[in-house]
């Protein structure tokens, strides 16, 4: 499974938002759950990944609400309202639908 | 708290050979899957290898099936990645990380995402 993300980078003002969009290769939702195998992850300068988001839309504990995920099947997006200065990081999907499991390229989010 | 400290790594000849530790700790070790991931500057993460709570289970990436081990120590709660005939493409920050997901069955399930990382340790292969 090959995950792909668009766009590579983006600049947004403080207070606006931001819309990165995740592609999978194959479907990643589940006929017997009925869930999708999606994460995403920020990475901050210098830091390891922090997970943002599971299953593709279940926001983990102590992620802001403005922080949140969409999507099914293929396509997945993640948005950011009320972008904040401490946004500014690589954000990456990854499906976990079964081994190998892959990250995508990333997207670079900047404050313009 | 769940911590992830690492060791290991550093410099190596095309061939060589490293061993990375991660220690565990804040969580009950043989319930969850660890795996390795590698990153290169200005890349996306790279899955390397993942090993159950329990040990019994092991996947390896093909890029280095053969050459690298992944191992545990329940007792010490640490996972190893022992990595042989390293190549310069080997050359990345590795982190360990921990499966989100509890798992009594002691078996990789392959459907693992990360909620706890390790800072991540620098392998660099060069001759």
């Known amino acids: 499974i090959v995950m792909t993300q668009s766009p590579d980078s983006l600049a947004v003002s403080l207070g606006g938002r931001a819309t990165i969009d995740c592609k999978s290769s194959?479907?990643?939702?589940?006929?017997?759950?009925?869930?999708?195998?999606l994460a995403w992850y920020q990475q901050r300068p210098g830091q390891p990944l922090k997970l943002l988001i599971s299953?593709?839309?279940i926001r983990e504990s102590g992620v802001p609400e403005r922080f949140s995920g969409s999507g099914s099947g293929t396509d997945f997006t993640l948005s950011i309202s009320n972008v904040q200065a401490e946004d500014v990081a690589v954000y990456y999907c990854?499906?976990?639908?079964?081994?190998?499991?892959?990250f995508g390229p990333g997207t670079r989010l900047e404050i313009k | 708290e769940v911590q992830l400290f690492q060791s290991g790594g550093g410099v190596a000849q095309p061939g060589g050979s490293l061993r990375l530790s991660c220690e565990a700790s804040?969580?009950?070790?043989?319930?969850?899957?660890m795996i390795w991931v590698r990153q290169v500057p200005g890349r996306g993460p790279e899955w390397v290898s993942a090993?159950?709570?329990?040990?019994?289970?092991?996947y390896y990436a093909d890029s280095v099936r053969g050459r690298f081990t992944i191992s545990s120590d329940r007792s010490k709660n640490t996972v190893y990645l022992e990595m042989n005939s390293l190549r310069v493409e080997d050359s990345a920050l590795y982190y360990c990380?921990?499966?989100?997901?509890?798992?009594?069955?002691?078996?990789?399930?392959?459907?693992?995402?990360?909620?706890?990382w390790g800072l991540g340790t620098a392998v660099s292969v060069s001759s």
């Open positions: 990380a921990k499966d989100a997901r509890y798992n009594s069955s002691g078996y990789l399930t392959g459907t693992y995402y990360f909620d706890f």
């Open positions: 804040g969580f009950t070790f043989v319930n969850y899957a």
């Open positions: 090993i159950s709570g329990t040990g019994i289970s092991k």
């Open positions: 194959v479907n990643i939702l589940s006929f017997s759950n009925k869930k999708n195998y």
């Open positions: 299953w593709a839309s």
């Open positions: 990854q499906h976990h639908f079964g081994s190998p499991l892959a």
